[in-house]
């Protein structure tokens, strides 16, 4: 219940912050597609992958992201992992960088842990990521070395089924997902809080091992100048394909 119950003074918080800060947010709608595959290889080790695109605005104008995640799981039981890897995130062609794209490099580290009862499944992690973006010369090239910052996340994920069948295939859940984002490091200045992301969709159960994802998510987001602000309207379609290879080797 404690867990549950954070929940609500989360959302408040968030929408405490946007109601503060609506006069100077600027509105964007984007599409966000995904594919995420996390797979146990044993008892105790697994790994993680993922890749998304993402795109700039008026929902199919362009491309905003490219991202590349992979790490390697470990499990300390069937409900809580830990998982560290690296990931690639491409920024296309943007306002202060109009003919190239700005890479960066992201190491991160990642507890995830488990919750079900018979009408209601929860996830929860706590993410560190380090952040290395190339810095930018101009519009039209990079400059030598990499800003830095650190960034944790908090993501809480919760479905609860919308038939007799619950969490079979062929099925569908109601999905609330909420991630907030914070920013620390000797480079971050204005900007601590960097976003929140909030989904409401849905969660059909393809089978045992595959999930398909949609719905509507909003990110309100904190400009690095600190008195900017973005609301995205995302349409989010996320695959995801959990396998677990220890029953193959079984049979």
Not at 110 to 128: A, E, S
Not at 167 to 185: A, D, M, R
Not at 215 to 233: T, V
Request: aromatic share 18%; net charge positive.
């Amino acid at each position: 219940m404690r867990k549950l119950l954070f929940i609500p003074v989360l959302l408040l918080c968030t929408l405490f912050i946007s109601a503060q800060t609506t006069k100077s947010t600027e509105h964007v709608q984007q599409v966000w597609a995904g594919y995420f595959n996390q797979t146990r290889l044993s008892d105790k080790w697994g790994f993680w992958a993922e890749a998304q695109l993402r795109t700039k605005e008026e929902f199919f104008t362009n491309l905003s992201q490219a991202v590349g995640r992979a790490g390697i799981t470990y499990y300390f039981n069937d409900d809580t992992r830990l998982t560290a890897g690296y990931a690639f995130i491409n920024f296309y062609p943007g306002d202060n960088h109009k003919n190239i794209s700005q890479p960066e490099h992201r190491p991160w580290q990642q507890i995830q842990w488990f919750t079900k009862y018979q009408k209601l499944r929860l996830m929860q992690w706590f993410r560190l990521e380090e952040r290395y973006r190339h810095k930018i010369l101009n519009d039209n090239e990079l400059a030598p070395g990499y800003n830095f910052n650190f960034r944790i996340r908090y993501n809480f994920f919760a479905q609860v089924p919308l038939s007799k069948k619950r969490f079979q295939p062929k099925t569908l859940s109601f999905v609330l997902n909420n991630e907030v984002h914070i920013n620390f490091g000797q480079q971050i200045v204005y900007n601590y809080f960097d976003q929140n992301r909030f989904f409401l969709g849905f969660n059909y159960h393809v089978n045992k091992h595959d999930q398909l994802q949609f719905g509507w998510m909003n990110i309100f987001q904190q400009l690095p100048a600190g008195n900017k602000y973005r609301s995205n309207n995302v349409a989010r379609v996320f695959f995801f394909h959990n396998l677990d290879l220890r029953k193959q080797r079984a049979k």
